[in-house]
């Protein structure tokens, strides 16, 4: 798989936004900000097909990694940890029913802490929404998503497990996830820009999630008074609505989902409000 050459990327890139005209990003309302990137949706989708291609240009495998990577995950975790949770039943469905939604989470942000420095040539050349190459990486990561969930339907057919009626919160838990993700680019983006410590810092706070929300134990193990300290974590009903798929026992009620609900508009408004906020000062970092 060829990736473009930076020329041809540059020549597309600039055809497509020449006839454009974008508002005055900084101070611009949330709705009015939302409207600017769904106008110019062409370029991100350009972005994202360009960092595609790029991930997976000089691979043998190419896009079979998507598979690969998230299978692995699910065997060293089901190896390394099988003997400590003979409890649960289809430890790997167990496991890959969450972890595959904590990679999405932990990718998208990790991405995007250098979205705005990767691409600061175009961003000052090119008069687009700046927020549209956070958003590139966050619907990177989400396609990478979609691309592993093969990997999760041929576990379940090895175990021959079949989906609970809390299937259909699925599509609610795909889309809060996909807000409290664009919400983190365009914030740790921003942030990460003008503070050089914020890198170091997503990164322990990443290493603590993993452990400290729901992935690889449920919810309804922990004792009642850490139980709803951890449900306040947006990511936390997120994770139990996708584990409820398969493993419908494990469901702990509402009260999480609800917690998911109003985290991931929190995150997603305050993600767009922060990158309007700090937008100047980051251009000048540019």
């Not at 961003?123 to 929404?129: D, F, G, K, R």
């Not at 997120?238 to 985290?263: C, D, H, K």
Request: glycine share 4%; with cysteine; net charge positive.
């Amino acid at each position: 798989m060829a990736a473009p050459t930076v020329d041809e990327f540059s020549a597309d890139f600039h055809r497509l936004h020449e006839a454009t005209t974008i508002r005055r990003s900084t101070g611009i309302p949330f709705a009015d900000r939302l409207y600017d990137v769904w106008v110019r949706r062409d370029v991100l989708r350009m972005l994202v097909d360009r960092g595609l291609k790029a991930k997976y240009s000089s691979s043998v495998l190419g896009y079979a990694w998507s598979l690969i990577e998230p299978a692995m995950f699910i065997l060293t975790y089901f190896l390394l940890l099988k003997i400590f949770h003979r409890s649960y039943p289809m430890y790997p469905l167990f496991v890959g029913s969450t972890v595959l939604a904590w990679q999405w989470f932990n990718g998208t942000v990790t991405s995007s802490l250098s979205s705005l420095r990767s691409n600061a040539r175009l961003i000052t050349s090119v008069n687009l929404p700046r927020e549209i190459y956070p958003l590139a990486d966050a619907a990177q990561k989400a396609v990478e998503y979609f691309l592993s969930l093969p990997i999760l339907l041929v576990v379940a057919l090895l175990y021959r497990a079949t989906p609970s009626y809390y299937a259909i919160l699925l599509p609610l838990a795909l889309l809060l996830q996909i807000m409290i993700c664009v919400g983190m680019a365009l914030l740790v983006s921003a942030l990460n820009t003008v503070l050089r410590d914020v890198q170091r810092g997503i990164g322990i706070v990443l290493r603590m999630m993993f452990y400290l929300i729901p992935v690889l134990y449920p919810l309804q193990r922990l004792p009642a008074k850490y139980r709803t300290l951890e449900a306040l974590n947006p990511l936390t009903g997120i994770l139990e609505m996708q584990r409820a798929v398969w493993f419908p026992g494990y469901w702990t009620g509402w009260q999480p989902v609800i917690n998911s609900i109003i985290g991931a508009c929190i995150v997603l408004v305050g993600g767009f409000s922060v990158f309007a906020r700090t937008e100047r000062t980051v251009l000048k970092e540019l």
